[in-house]
Structures are given as C-alpha cells and as structure tokens.
T-cell receptor, first 114, second 116 residues
C-alpha cells in the first residue's frame, strides 16, 4: 500500500506571498492531520480534518488554513507568509480520528520563506 | 493540556550497546503513547504505540517500550543498537477518543549518535 505523499517536497517563497501544500493520505484513511516542524519549536499540531470537516485545531493564526476533499486528500494554505513560517510541514493520515488510531506521516514539504 | 518531556537532547551510544531513551508525559486521562523515528530530511516513522493492555509493547527494528503509569513514563529500549539507528527519536502523546485540540503532542526529540 502506498504511503502518505506530499507535494511539493521543496518550496521557496517570498514574504507576503501565499502557498498551498498538498497531501494524499494512505488509501482508506479518512483523517489527515498537519504539523509544523521547526528547530526552535519542534513539532506542533496545526489541524486535523476528517470527512471534509476540521475536527481539531492547534494554536496557530488564521493565516494557516486547510481543507479536505471527498477523496480524503487535503491541502494546507498559508497566506501572507512570514519569515517565521519557514519550516518542514508534515502531513499524517489515520484510518479515522487520530485519537483512536495511529498516524502515518509523509516525507514533508520543506518551505523556505525569504 | 497534555505535554511530553524527553530529558535527553543528545545521547551517544556505542554500536552493539544497549539503549534507553526516556519519555515522561503529562495527561489527565489514559493516554495514547507513541515513539517515532526521523532520519535526516525524512518524515516520521512509527516505531511502536501503546493504547491499552500489556504495558510492554514491541515495535519494529527491535525496539520495545514500557508504559509505567505510576511514573508517567514510556521509555524506549533496544538491547543492541546498530549504526543505522542513528536518528532523531520523538515520543508523543495523544488524547484518547479524539476531540481534543492538541492532536498529537510531541516531545522535543532525542538525537541518537552511534559510535563505531
């Protein structure tokens, strides 16, 4: 079974721009969660989508948003990029809500904001 | 709110020696506990998980972990490390039943260095 895939793998953007990251979960998985990983803050939870609805949200500003499609694929959008948004963005999928099932992570998208 | 502490930022172990990585968690109810490993430039790979039942859980690559409720710990062990085990290791706690606002809460990680 194919794993979690994320596109693009690397991205360079300028401050003020916006960016959209994509995540395709493992086939049959209905929940997708997003995490931000930085050297200073470590791994931080952004949000979780299940059945096209946001179920949980971490402590991030409204510039960070996401959505999930009927095929469980998910996108994450960051508007008005700041230098501090430079990070590895990880997507994880699970069979259902992550509180009940283990999550499997993709390789991540490395975002650099200049 | 749930939290995870990994007291050791770096650990150096000789190849063939035993390994124990420490993890302490704070959570008001019964937690879900996980260990993940991350190699440079890669995503996270699940090593093992504890949901309920037997407190000693076996994982992949010869790793095991023991859940000790009284100590709020979930330490990761391996009897004999290999050079390929060099990586970053993360302990994580999840809220049982979902519905929480925290998703998975990760520790800061322990960087494992293997000496030849």
């Amino acid at each position: 079974k194919a794993g979690v895939t994320q596109t693009p793998r690397y991205l360079i953007k300028t401050r003020g721009q916006q960016v959209t990251l994509s995540c395709s979960p493992i086939s049959g998985h209905r929940s997708v969660s997003w995490y931000q990983q930085t050297p200073g803050q470590g791994l931080q939870f952004l949000f979780e989508y299940f059945s096209e609805t946001q179920r949980n949200k971490g402590n991030f500003p409204g510039r960070f948003s996401g959505r999930q499609f009927s095929n469980s694929r998910s996108e994450m959008n960051v508007s008005t990029l700041e230098l501090g948004d430079s990070a590895l963005y990880l997507c994880a999928s699970s069979l259902a809500l992550a509180g009940y099932y283990e999550q499997y992570f993709g390789p991540g998208t490395r975002l650099t904001v200049t | 709110a749930q939290s995870v502490t990994q007291p050791d930022i770096h650990i150096t172990v000789s190849e063939g020696a035993s390994l124990e990585l420490r993890c302490n968690y704070s959570y008001g109810a019964t937690p879900y506990l996980f260990w993940y490993v991350q190699s440079p430039g890669q995503g996270l790979q699940l090593l093992l998980k504890y949901f309920s039942g037997d407190t000693l859980v076996q994982g992949i690559k010869g790793f095991e972990a023991e859940f000790k409720r009284s100590q709020s710990s979930f330490n990761l062990r391996k009897p004999s490390v290999h050079w390929s085990d060099a990586a970053e290791y993360f302990c994580a706690v999840g809220a049982q039943g979902g519905g929480g606002a925290d998703g998975l809460t990760f520790g800061k990680g322990t960087h494992l260095i293997i000496q030849p």
